[in-house]
C-alpha cells in the first residue's frame, strides 16, 4: 500500500513550500495539453450538433479514449521532494521513493531514478531538452573564450553557475544532492512503493472497447 499523495499545492515548475517540499513539472506539457483538450472538445461538442448517424457516438468513445491519455501524459506527470522521499507520478504510475532507498538520478536522454535494488523509473515531469543542452554549452564556451586563463573569482554566485546548465540538469543535479544529502537520513528509509493509475487506465480501455465495438457493429 502507497503512502498518500502530499496534498500541498505548488507552482507549476519547481518551488519550495512551507514545508520545504519541491515540486517539478513540465509548463511546456501541461499547456500542450490543455491545446489538445481545447481541440478535442471543439470536435465533440461540433459532432453532437451537426453529426448524424453513428458519428456523435464514435466522437464521443473517441473523446472518452483520448480525454484520459491527454490528462495522463501532460498534466498528470510531477516529481515532489521533501525531506523524506521522492515522489514520482508518471502518466500510468505513481512510485514513492524514500531518500533511503535512492541509488541516484540522472538525466541522459531522458530523466532516470535508480534505486539500490536495481530498478529504474522515468521521471516524466522532467524532459530533457538537447536544444537547451546546446545552448547552455554554447553558454559555456562563450564564457570560457571570455575568461581564457581562469582570472573569473572562485566565489561567483551560485546562480550565475547554475545559469551554465540546461534546466533539465539543473532539476536533476538538485535532485541528487538531495538525495545524497538525505540517504541516512532516520526518516528517510524504506522500501520503494508503486501503485498503477488505474484511475487512467479505466477510463481509457472503456473508451476503446466502447469505440472498438462501435467501429465494428
Do not use: C
Amino acid at each position: 500500500m502507497t503512502s498518500p499523495e502530499p496534498s500541498a499545492q505548488h507552482t507549476p515548475d519547481a518551488g519550495p513550500d512551507a514545508a520545504g517540499e519541491r515540486v517539478y513539472r513540465s509548463t511546456g506539457a501541461m499547456v500542450g495539453g490543455a491545446l489538445m483538450l481545447a481541440v478535442v472538445a471543439w470536435i465533440t461538442v461540433d459532432a453532437l450538433i451537426r453529426g448524424e448517424g453513428r458519428t456523435p457516438w464514435l466522437v464521443l468513445a473517441g473523446a472518452l479514449f483520448a480525454v484520459p491519455l491527454i490528462v495522463a501524459f501532460t498534466f498528470r506527470p510531477a516529481v515532489r521532494a521533501d525531506e523524506r522521499r521522492l515522489f514520482v507520478r508518471n502518466p500510468f504510475r505513481t512510485i514513492v521513493l524514500p531518500w533511503g532507498s535512492v541509488a541516484d538520478v540522472r538525466a541522459g536522454y531522458s530523466s532516470e531514478v535508480f534505486t539500490h535494488g536495481g530498478a529504474k523509473y522515468q521521471l516524466w515531469a522532467v524532459p530533457v531538452s538537447l536544444r537547451q543542452r546546446k545552448r547552455a554549452a554554447r553558454r559555456q564556451m562563450q564564457r570560457a573564450a571570455d575568461d581564457p586563463h581562469g582570472h573569473t573569482s572562485a566565489t561567483a554566485s551560485v546562480s550565475d553557475a547554475e545559469a551554465r546548465l540546461a534546466p533539465a540538469d539543473q532539476k536533476i543535479a538538485d535532485l541528487r544532492a538531495q538525495a545524497e544529502r538525505l540517504a541516512s537520513a532516520p526518516g528517510a528509509q524504506g522500501e520503494p512503493q508503486v501503485r498503477w493509475a488505474f484511475e487512467v487506465m479505466g477510463p481509457t480501455v472503456a473508451g476503446a472497447v466502447l469505440l472498438g465495438v462501435l467501429l465494428s457493429v
